[in-house]
């Protein structure tokens, strides 16, 4: 069963770049015809996608965001990554990792259990 | 403001029928699949309805999907307490290149 996990610091001061990694288990992050990405969601608020990846590097940004946002992966760990910079306290949400149902224009099957990013000094 | 436009809530007795609307445009429902997700407090999104109408394994036939140009509709029949969650809507929008959400439908098992 394929698992997802993000991680990374749970505090972020503003102006300063989120990191955060996605971690995953049960199947290959290399595997032909998906793409991974990330979602957040603001405290009480909706869904909104940042960005996905391919295991190739092929990326589709968020054009909201695409000024800030780096989304990387690392296949030999099995990982892939975002860094968003220059974040102010309306970046605060909780971020998910999740694997596409298969190219980027299709849904996200799996998610991350999600991991809560609060920007404060 | 969403791209997507939901029904802020909606509510239901057990057993009864609802239905939870989504209106898009051309570039995003009218030419894509739409998706529904369920999200239970406190956790991810799971997936409910994928390419318009398709149940993921393990889900309920309570649970259905529909569209119609450039909207579409979640329907949840025999409501159970359990149904009590916010549903999202979301597809690929081709102007801008990338994904689109409804702004949720809470609903509340009365």
């Known amino acids: 069963q394929l698992q997802l996990q993000e991680s990374g610091p749970g505090l972020v001061k503003p102006s300063e770049t989120l990191s955060l990694t996605c971690t995953v288990s049960g199947g290959s992050i290399s595997s032909s015809s998906y793409y991974w990405g990330w979602i957040r969601q603001p405290p009480g608020k909706g869904l909104e996608w940042i960005g996905s990846?391919?295991?190739?590097?092929?990326?589709y940004y968020n054009p909201s965001l695409k000024s800030r946002v780096t989304i990387s992966v690392d296949t030999s760990k099995n990982q892939f990554s975002l860094k968003l910079s220059s974040v102010t306290a309306a970046d605060t949400a909780v971020y998910y990792c999740?694997?596409?149902?298969?190219?980027?224009?299709?849904?996200?099957?799996?998610w991350g259990q999600g991991t809560l990013v609060t920007v404060s000094s | 403001q969403s791209v997507l436009t939901q029904p802020p809530s909606a509510s239901g007795t057990p057993g009864q029928r609802v239905t939870i609307s989504c209106s898009g445009s051309?570039?995003?429902?009218?030419?894509?699949?739409l998706y529904w997700y369920q999200q239970l407090p406190g956790t991810a999104p799971k997936l409910l309805i994928y390419?318009?109408?398709q149940r993921p394994s393990g889900v309920p036939d309570r649970f259905s999907g529909s569209k119609s140009g450039t909207s579409a509709s979640l329907a949840i029949s025999g409501l159970r307490s359990e149904d009590e969650a916010d549903y999202y809507c979301a597809a690929w929008d081709d102007s801008l290149s990338g994904w689109v959400f409804g702004g949720g439908t809470k609903l509340t098992v009365l």
């Open positions: 999740g694997r596409h149902l298969g190219t980027v224009t299709t849904c996200f099957e799996y």
């Open positions: 990846i391919y295991y190739s590097g092929n990326t």
């Open positions: 390419r318009n109408n």
């Open positions: 051309s570039s995003n429902i009218g030419s894509n699949y």
